[in-house]
């Protein structure tokens, strides 16, 4: 290691890590694809997922024996201006539902075998459980209605919780990791830093706000307003998503943040879940562009920045299904698409193996 090396930090030492997938990879897999026994593009999505996987994992037919997701808990400042039909308690109530095994990620991560590996980043209360790991850097966030979220050395801390974190998933042998949250206010936030990354005017910011838990008309109105009241009062840099972080994001955003970064850096895909999910993902892109070529959109949120975030990422999510749920809660479905598209391209039979000759530029289907 260099001196230099020696002082920059974790942070920008990631950063430096990040390298693209060889589109030479993703070109032999498409040929071995258009081999196979069926019409070419036939499998549609899994065809994609097939070929950056074994882009990604230097192999056709890379399969992913141990994957987990990353949630992500902390709570928010900004409840106190009533942007959440929930309380603030069901942050750390639902955060031991998860570790419990009882909330909807938890019972889709067992479906499909897939660990959950849980961080009390920011829980406003202090909560035990034998698995949570804890790197709580405060007790919540500021309100950042009326002040900025958080310091920027925290920020960095934050995100550099993220790197170490899934730096030592990937050392204990996980090969693909999606990113989840737990935390009430959460969409507040998410919806204030992406404004800010599409720098949208503040007549605009309603694209990016979706009802959350549940609001009313009048408190959907109350929420954009509180966002574009946060925006104006810390001014965030737009061209530093650290500073964006900080004065309008939460401990949760940051720490997937660089988790998608820490993933990127050891070359392992990252599964994108929903809203929160797809604007830390849209943070790191920030960051580094070169990030999207380990991104993996799961699920179509129906929260309504959703469809922002993942067309500035220029991705296409497999999934359908109205989900909104976040905890990572897409991530173990699309790890079942990633067994499928694994078994496709490394079982499949070829065409001229099986003894069929066909012509496709005339359209032939079968």
Do not use: W
């Not at 660089?258 to 797809?278: C, E, Q």
Request: proline share 3%; charged share 20%.
């Amino acid at each position: 290691m260099t001196n230099e090396m020696q002082y920059q930090s974790l942070f920008e030492q990631t950063k430096l890590k990040i390298t693209a997938v060889d589109t030479r990879h993703i070109n032999q897999a498409n040929q071995r694809l258009d081999s196979l026994v069926k019409p070419p593009r036939s499998l549609g999505h899994l065809e994609d997922l097939a070929a950056r996987l074994s882009a990604i994992g230097g192999k056709i037919g890379h399969r992913i024996e141990k994957r987990c997701v990353l949630v992500c808990a902390s709570d928010n400042g900004v409840v106190a201006e009533g942007v959440s039909s929930a309380p603030q308690v069901v942050t750390a109530l639902q955060t031991l539902n998860i570790l419990n095994g009882v909330a909807g990620v938890s019972v889709l991560a067992r479906q499909f075998k897939t660990d959950l590996i849980v961080v009390d980043l920011g829980i406003v209360s202090d909560i035990e459980h034998p698995d949570l790991i804890m790197r709580k850097i405060a007790y919540s966030t500021g309100n950042i209605a009326k002040e900025r979220a958080m310091t920027a050395e925290q920020a960095a801390r934050a995100i550099e919780t993220g790197i170490e974190l899934v730096n030592a998933l990937i050392d204990q042998g996980y090969q693909a990791i999606g990113i989840g949250e737990m935390g009430i206010g959460n969409t507040t936030t998410s919806s204030a830093v992406l404004a800010v990354l599409l720098d949208l005017p503040l007549s605009e910011i309603g694209q990016t706000v979706g009802r959350g838990a549940g609001l009313t008309d009048q408190d959907f109105e109350h929420k954009i307003a509180v966002i574009r009241q946060a925006i104006q009062v810390n001014q965030p840099n737009r061209h530093d998503v650290v500073d964006i972080l900080a004065k309008v994001g939460g401990f949760d955003l940051a720490a997937m943040t660089g988790a998608y970064l820490g993933a990127a850096a050891r070359r392992i895909p990252v599964a994108i879940d929903g809203f929160i999910s797809v604007v830390a993902a849209l943070c790191a892109v920030h960051i580094e562009p070169l990030v999207r070529d380990y991104l993996f959109a799961s699920h179509e949120s129906f929260e309504r920045g959703y469809a922002l975030a993942i067309s500035a990422l220029d991705l296409t999510a497999p999934l359908k299904l109205d989900m909104r749920l976040g905890e990572g809660s897409g991530c173990p479905l699309l790890f079942a698409l990633m067994d499928a598209a694994s078994t496709v391209i490394a079982d499949m039979a070829t065409l001229s193996g099986t003894g069929i000759e066909l012509d496709y530029s005339n359209d032939v289907n079968f």
